[in-house]
């Protein structure tokens, strides 16, 4: 009987982060140690997987369950470099070779798996961003072929935790929309359909943002729009409670200025962060320092321009991400607060994420 058999073989496997700073996969040696799933061979060169052709039936992989609490309500970044030599398709179009993550949640299974090419190719990376939903209920990384055959080789695999977004939606009162111009009501800054933010909706599924995690709602009360003398309307003040899986060392804010001036540091707002040990943490957002003008943006200090989108008359609209670091003895968030304090500017908040991520 003619053998052929498949090869996995891996180097350089980078430690990955996982709950804030927590490792998912701590090295190659690891992978030796761990369940296998049909009857591979395993030998601790670089990590050499053998199958024979009868045995290629099943899914024949290396496997690791994560705990639940790892993942659950993140957004996660796999990403690795691969090579292959004959890799053959399996029975169905979504088998192959498979760097994959099984997941379980209240609604069902949810598969993670990073794009494998069938064939022979050089070297490549492959890389997928996702969200693990709260309800998570079981994860597990499968290393290995799916009623397939060939030969990869696998180098610098990482499984990022990026953070935990935080939504805003129950304190939100505006969305991206305004179909009519200064009648109170908005959306957006309540400047009309031609001076409002749909054409960034098609946007914000991204997960990542210049390589930022954030998660944006979307509808017709997705963002905070806060009170100012140009938007009466807004929010005084929004309070937004948290349920935060572990402390994080940063906060991260994607927003935007409408009606901002291109000149000037003044507040146009405040952050309060409070956390479960009683502690609690101030941040005054300043324009032309912590965030800019949506329209034609430019960065500033401490704000990235991380989205951009051309309007109808060419010009361009955009939104900041901004950092702000938090207190090692704040604990777990339970809370956030914005207070509007701008003299002109309307204040934008789209999204906020905790991170550990610097």
């Not at 190659?28 to 009868?54: I, Q, S």
């Not at 494998?116 to 890389?127: A, K, M, S, Y």
């Not at 572990?246 to 707002?269: C, N």
């Not at 957002?285 to 401490?302: A, I, M, S, Y």
Request: aromatic content about 8%.
């Amino acid at each position: 009987m003619k053998t052929a058999y498949w090869v996995v073989v891996l180097g350089g496997w980078v430690s990955a982060t996982a709950v804030f700073g927590q490792a998912l996969v701590g090295g190659v040696n690891e992978l030796a140690a761990w369940p296998k799933n049909g009857p591979l061979l395993v030998e601790m060169a670089d990590l050499k997987l053998n199958l024979l052709e009868e045995d290629r039936a099943g899914f024949n992989a290396l496997q690791r369950n994560f705990g639940v609490e790892q993942l659950a309500g993140r957004i996660v970044h796999m990403s690795a470099e691969v090579r292959g030599e004959d890799i053959l398709q399996g029975t169905r179009p979504y088998y192959g070779a498979k760097i994959q993550v099984d997941a379980t949640t209240g609604k069902g299974p949810l598969n993670y798996g990073l794009p494998i090419p069938l064939g022979t190719f050089d070297w490549r990376r492959v890389e997928r961003t996702d969200y693990y939903p709260a309800d998570l209920q079981r994860a597990a990384l499968s290393v290995g072929f799916q009623e397939s055959a060939g030969t990869l080789w696998l180098r610098n695999f990482r499984v990022d935790v990026l953070g935990w977004p935080i939504s805003i939606a129950a304190a939100a009162n505006m969305g991206y929309v305004d179909d009519v111009a200064g009648d109170g009501q908005g959306g957006w800054a309540d400047q009309g359909p031609e001076n409002d933010a749909r054409v960034l909706v098609p946007l914000l599924k991204a997960l990542t943002y210049e390589g930022l995690p954030f998660m944006p709602e979307v509808g017709e009360k997705a963002v905070l729009v806060m009170r100012s003398p140009k938007f009466p309307a807004g929010l005084p003040a929004a309070m937004v409670a948290v349920k935060a899986p572990g402390p994080a060392r940063f906060l991260y804010v994607l927003h935007a200025l409408s009606r901002g001036t291109p000149e000037g540091t003044a507040g146009v707002g405040m952050i309060t962060v409070v956390g479960d040990e009683g502690r609690s943490q101030q941040f005054v957002v300043r324009e032309n320092v912590d965030v800019g003008n949506w329209q034609e943006p430019q960065p500033v200090g401490n704000g990235r321009v991380v989205l951009k989108a051309q309007r109808a008359d060419g010009g361009e609209n955009g939104l900041y991400a901004s950092k702000f670091a938090l207190n090692a003895d704040l604990g777990n968030i339970c809370e956030l607060r914005f207070i509007a304090q701008s003299e002109r500017a309307v204040w934008i908040v789209v999204a906020v994420t905790a991170s550990d991520m610097p």
